[in-house]
Nanobody, 116 residues
Framework: QVQLVESGGGLVQAGGSLRLSCAAS????????MTWYRQAPGKQRELAAS???????NYADSVKGRFTISRDNAKNTVYLQMSSLKPEDTAVYYC??????????WGQGTQVTVSS
C-alpha cells in the first residue's frame, strides 16, 4: 500500500507560480513512477508530468517549458513547480504512484485556480 498526500494548491493570478507537493508513505520502495494528473471542470483527467524511479521525466505539450517535476528521495516527496500559469491550468491536480507489480494509487487532489 502507498499513501499520497498532496499540498500546495491555491488561487494565483495568471503569470504567477505555484509549487505542488506530493508526500508518499507506505511501500515506497515499490514505486516505479510518480505522475501529476489534472482534471478541469467538465473535462477528462489528463497527464501533466511524470517522473520515473530512474529520473526520466515526461510532460504534456501544454505544460512543457512552464512546469517542472522533481523529487526529493530523502523526503519521499515529488514536486510540481508551475510557472507562467494560465487560466486554462485551472484544475484539480492529483498525484499518482504506479508500483511494481502494477497498481495505481491516488492522492486526494488539490485545487489550482488561475485567475485572468
Amino acid at each position: 500500500q502507498v499513501q499520497l498526500v498532496e499540498s500546495g494548491g491555491g488561487l494565483v493570478q495568471a503569470g504567477g507560480s505555484l509549487r505542488l507537493s506530493c508526500a508518499a508513505s507506505g511501500s515506497i520502495f515499490s514505486i516505479n513512477a510518480m505522475t501529476w494528473y489534472r482534471q478541469a471542470p467538465g473535462k477528462q483527467r489528463e497527464l501533466a508530468a511524470s517522473i520515473t524511479s530512474g529520473g526520466s521525466t515526461n510532460y504534456a505539450d501544454s505544460v512543457k517549458g512552464r512546469f517542472t517535476i522533481s523529487r526529493d528521495n530523502a523526503k519521499n516527496t515529488v514536486y510540481l513547480q508551475m510557472s507562467s500559469l494560465k487560466p486554462e491550468d485551472t484544475a484539480v491536480y492529483y498525484c499518482n504512484a504506479r508500483t511494481r507489480p502494477t497498481r495505481n494509487y491516488w492522492g486526494q487532489g488539490t485545487q489550482v485556480t488561475v485567475s485572468s
